[in-house]
């Protein structure tokens, strides 16, 4: 199992301006994941963020919005940059641990929830 | 897009069992399915998941159909701190990605 610890863990914003998540795992773990909640929805993969190389981004979602580091086993952030009030979201990040192919579980954060103004 | 198709919404008793259906008919050989659960403002939790054979743990039973196009969540006895989002989830064997659908609220009535 995996204890992850997000931080901040609420934040309200001004457009324009941009935040920095932290994400913390109890354990080293290769595979870490940033997602997005928006409002009343379900989760939506933003990147995947492995240590020792660049995040990979999915459809929709690009590195100059969504700056990540990866700079150790335990440690990830995300970066909500030039924030405008449709940034309005949970974001969260999650690892896998066991990763054996079908039989791996992934652990989640308890989210940052971001508030744009 | 490994896509699962699951009712909206589900409403239970305190102490009854609860079954939550999932339809994926278009499943292949080698998706798993998964199911995390999502609780009041909290990140999803793993719950269970399967290949072929129905699978027991301490949260929760699955038990999937000989074709593979269904499946069904079984919580034995429900109890309120069960009250969540449940997600159902097609996971290619090869591929670490989720996809999250809407998922099913659970509500539990005391």
């Known amino acids: 199992s995996a204890v992850i610890s997000q931080k901040p863990s609420r934040d309200i914003c001004q457009r324009g301006t941009s935040l920095t998540i932290q994400c913390q795992v109890d354990?080293?773990?290769?595979?870490m994941f940033w997602y997005r909640q928006q409002p009343g929805q379900s989760l939506t993969l933003i990147a995947t963020?492995?240590?020792?190389?660049?995040?990979?981004?999915e459809s929709g979602f690009v590195i100059d919005k969504f700056p990540i580091s990866r700079p150790n086993l335990t440690f990830s952030t995300l970066t909500v940059s030039n924030m405008s009030p449709e940034d309005s979201s949970i974001y969260l990040c999650?690892?896998?641990?066991?990763?054996?192919?079908?039989?791996?579980?992934?652990?989640f954060g308890p989210g940052t929830r971001l508030t744009v103004l | 897009d490994a896509k699962t198709t699951q009712p909206n919404s589900m409403e239970s008793n305190e102490e009854e069992p609860v079954h939550l259906p999932c339809n994926h008919s278009?499943?292949?050989?080698?998706?798993?399915i998964h199911w995390y659960r999502q609780l009041p403002s909290q990140g999803p939790e793993y719950v269970i998941h399967?290949?072929?054979s129905n699978v027991n743990n301490r949260m929760a039973s699955l038990a999937i159909a000989e074709d593979r196009k269904s499946s069904t969540l079984i919580l034995h006895r429900a109890t309120l701190r069960d009250a969540a989002v449940y997600y159902c989830?097609?996971?290619?064997?090869?591929?670490?990605?989720?996809?999250f659908g809407k998922g099913t609220l659970l509500t539990v009535n005391p």
């Open positions: 354990s080293q773990v290769t595979m």
């Open positions: 989830i097609r996971k290619c064997g090869s591929n670490y990605k989720l996809t």
């Open positions: 399967g290949l072929t």
């Open positions: 278009t499943i292949s050989g080698t998706d798993y």
């Open positions: 963020a492995n240590q020792g190389s660049e995040a990979t981004y």
């Open positions: 999650s690892v896998v641990v066991g990763w054996t192919s079908g039989t791996d579980t992934q652990y």
